[in-house]
């Protein structure tokens, strides 16, 4: 079975610093990793996905991830924090056994002027 | 491009009355979710179709059923409401490439209260 585990449930950064988001995952088979945010009282936006290519990621509005097979992490950075990327995010794990998605708990993500 | 649309957007019910979620995609997407969204919880799946005509249960189906009416509708529905199932509630779909998953796209939600 898959499943994922975001270590931090918050995480409170001040504008123009570095964001880190951990997460580690388990899959049996080879994974499929993404990583979401959403934003109060809204849906859930795509910000970047793992589908086995380049092991380093990037997505919308500055982000990225490296997926790392050894460490089972994929982890989500950003240089440089502006005030809108205060949400929440989501790692989300599938792998080719079950097709399935698997969340993690959330990160919470304040950015403080 | 209206992408996954779910209604109702609100909804406030009592204790054991009964709603359909209603959701519809039109991406031509095989697999259909359904997940309901607790604070501190992420999100948990419901109940899921990989494909029209099919329908498994996730980590959290009990007190509720789902139809996969064709392939662009997925409901889900409350027999007898609970407290327990105030939560928001989201549907999903995705399209499988090869034996990976692509992304999902997901509905704006449905807010759901039970007095």
């Known amino acids: 079975a898959q499943s994922v585990t975001q270590l931090d449930s918050h995480v409170s950064v001040s504008e123009g610093t570095p964001v880190l988001l951990r997460c580690n995952y388990s899959?049996?088979?080879?994974?499929?990793l993404f990583w979401y945010v959403q934003h109060p009282n809204k849906g859930l936006q795509l910000l970047l996905k793992?589908?086995?290519?380049?092991?380093l990621v990037k997505g919308i509005n500055g982000f990225e991830a490296e997926f790392k097979k050894s460490e089972t992490s994929f982890h989500l950075t950003k240089p440089s924090a502006h005030m809108s990327d205060a949400a929440e995010y989501f790692c989300?794990?599938?792998?080719?056994?079950?097709?399935?998605?698997?969340f993690g708990a959330g990160t919470t993500v304040t950015v403080r002027a | 491009n209206a992408g996954v649309t779910q209604t109702p957007k609100f909804q406030v019910l009592k204790t054991g009355q009964s709603m359909t979620l209603q959701c519809a995609q039109d991406?031509?997407?095989?697999?259909m979710y359904w997940y309901r969204q607790d604070p501190g919880m992420g999100l948990r799946l419901i109940y899921y179709?990989?494909?029209?005509?099919?329908?498994d249960k996730g980590e959290v189906p009990n007190g509720y059923n789902v139809s996969r009416l064709n392939k662009r509708e997925f409901s889900l529905r409350l027999e007898s409401a609970a407290p327990s199932q105030t939560s928001v509630y989201f549907c999903?779909?995705?399209?499988?490439?090869?034996?990976?998953?692509?992304?999902?796209?997901f509905g704006q939600g449905t807010r759901l209260t039970v007095v």
């Open positions: 179709s990989a494909s029209e005509g099919t329908t």
């Open positions: 999903a779909s995705s399209e499988l490439a090869g034996i990976m998953n692509t992304e999902a796209f």
């Open positions: 991406m031509n997407h095989n697999s």
């Open positions: 899959s049996s088979y080879s994974p499929s």
């Open positions: 793992y589908t086995s290519a380049a092991t």
């Open positions: 989300v794990v599938s792998d080719q056994n079950d097709y399935k998605l698997s």
